[in-house]
């Protein structure tokens, strides 16, 4: 009897929504000082998820962030901080998750429904943080500097890796 080899790698689904997600965090802070930290970010979400490694996506996701942050020193507006912010959280969340299937399921099993469905919620998720995150600097004033925003938004990171972990 011929044991046969699980193919554990994440599905193309879930490797098309990493990149996608990676790719809005990109474009939403494309200023030439983020650029780099950006670029390298999303090479290694996608890298990494393509090789199933979790952590090449994290370094990755960790270069998304710091391209926000700089993005945000260099005087980026709330709006595209908030979505760069929450793409590269659900870059991450979608890779971890991804990762997670194929491990569990294999490559072949059908996890995409699965996956939509846990991409879907880490959206509305990541929606309604960045909302709360929105008001609370409209509330604020605009007096505040973007550094405060950037903060928050960190925090909001930091929350959701508690959750996750």
Same mark, same amino acid.
């Given at each position: 009897?011929?044991?046969?080899?699980?193919?554990?790698?994440?599905?193309?689904? $879930?490797? %098309?929504?990493?990149?996608?997600?990676? @790719? /809005? +965090?990109? =474009? &939403?802070? #494309?200023? *030439?000082?983020? !650029?780099?930290?950006?670029?390298?970010?999303?090479?290694?979400?996608?890298?990494?998820?393509?090789?199933?490694?979790?952590?090449?996506?994290?370094? $990755?996701? %960790?270069?998304?962030?710091?391209?926000? @942050? /700089? +993005?945000? =020193? &260099?005087? #980026?507006? *709330?709006?595209? !901080?908030?979505?760069?912010?929450?793409?590269?959280?659900?870059?991450?969340?979608?890779?971890?998750?991804?990762?997670?299937?194929?491990?569990?399921? $294999?490559?072949?099993?059908?996890?995409?429904?699965?996956? /939509?469905?846990?991409? &879907?919620?880490?959206?509305?998720?990541?929606?309604?943080?960045?909302?709360?995150?929105?008001?609370?600097?409209?509330?604020?004033?605009?007096?505040?500097?973007?550094?405060?925003?950037?903060?928050?938004?960190?925090?909001?990171?930091?929350?959701?890796?508690?959750?996750?972990?």
């Amino acid at each position: 009897m011929t044991a046969t080899a699980i193919d554990t790698r994440p599905t193309r689904l $879930g490797i %098309g929504l990493t990149g996608l997600f990676a @790719i /809005v +965090a990109v =474009l &939403a802070t #494309v200023i *030439p000082l983020a !650029l780099i930290p950006n670029l390298i970010g999303t090479l290694l979400v996608v890298a990494g998820i393509v090789r199933g490694t979790r952590a090449i996506v994290t370094v $990755g996701a %960790g270069g998304l962030v710091i391209g926000v @942050i /700089v +993005a945000g =020193l &260099a005087g #980026v507006g *709330p709006e595209p !901080l908030l979505i760069a912010t929450a793409a590269a959280v659900l870059a991450w969340d979608a890779g971890m998750q991804a990762i997670d299937l194929g491990e569990t399921l $294999g490559r072949t099993a059908d996890t995409s429904r699965a996956l /939509v469905v846990h991409v &879907a919620a880490s959206t509305i998720t990541a929606a309604v943080i960045a909302g709360l995150g929105y008001a609370v600097y409209r509330v604020v004033g605009s007096g505040q500097p973007v550094t405060a925003l950037v903060l928050l938004l960190f925090g909001a990171i930091v929350l959701s890796a508690a959750f996750r972990g």
